[in-house]
């Protein structure tokens, strides 16, 4: 089956400081990547939807200045988390569309865990 | 708005059968999904439904009502690895992203 890969897994930064998270689909072309974060014991909450070559839509209630997305290639969706805080550490997941497929062919990266201190 | 409701948590025995149910409230309903997710893990795909009826794939069986708004998903003879959080998501027409429910946590014990 198709493979997502994040990178890095798990990542500890200090507060203020910015951390860019990696998002590739290994052996297909994504079209469609999507962002989620997943608070302890909680659901996935989608953050943006990122279309290759143009830019994010972001969910309600998410800041497009805080968390920047940028999905560059067909293979490659970035997300950079701005300045972070005690409260942006989360598990961030990715998934990737296969181009001109539905949403049922939707792959899901294996996340990566943040934690700010 | 969307409403998509689980039970928090289950419990069950190894061997036995159990059956996590989905509410959803929703408009321009198209589908439904069910994933898996291990602890610390991505989730994994299980089954999608887009018509009423009973969906089969082994130990897994989904079934959705669109006129009640209600899908569950079946586990037979459960295992250990079974253990896992079960995650319904829906989608609508015109919308290319998922919204997932509160997600369900299910323990398999001896």
């Known amino acids: 089956g198709a493979v997502v890969s994040q990178h890095p897994s798990r990542v500890i930064c200090k507060s203020g400081t910015s951390v860019k998270i990696e998002c590739r689909s290994l052996d297909f072309q994504a079209t469609t990547m999507f962002w989620y974060r997943q608070f302890p014991k909680q659901s996935l909450m989608l953050m943006a939807t990122s279309n290759e070559g143009s830019k994010a839509t972001y969910e309600q209630g998410v800041e497009k200045d805080k968390f920047l997305i940028n999905h560059a290639s067909l293979t490659l969706s970035t997300l950079t988390v701005t300045s972070a805080h005690p409260e942006d550490s989360s598990f961030y997941i990715c998934s990737a569309r296969l181009r001109g497929q539905g949403l049922e062919t939707q792959y899901f990266g294996p996340g990566t865990r943040l934690l700010v201190l | 708005g969307q409403n998509i409701d689980q039970p928090t948590e289950m419990t069950a025995t190894e061997g036995a059968i159990v059956q996590i149910n989905c509410t959803y409230q929703t408009s321009g309903f198209n589908g439904l999904f069910w994933y898996q997710q291990h602890a610390g893990e991505a989730p994994t795909f299980l089954s999608y439904n887009v018509l009423d009826g009973l969906e089969e794939k082994g130990r897994f069986s989904s079934f959705l009502s669109r006129s009640k708004g209600y899908s569950y998903l079946l586990l037979k003879e459960l295992q250990m690895k079974d253990s896992a959080s079960y995650l319904c998501?829906?989608?609508?027409?015109?919308?290319?992203?998922?919204?997932f429910g509160t997600g369900t946590r299910l323990l398999v014990s001896p």
């Open positions: 998501a829906v989608s609508r027409l015109g919308f290319q992203k998922l919204v």
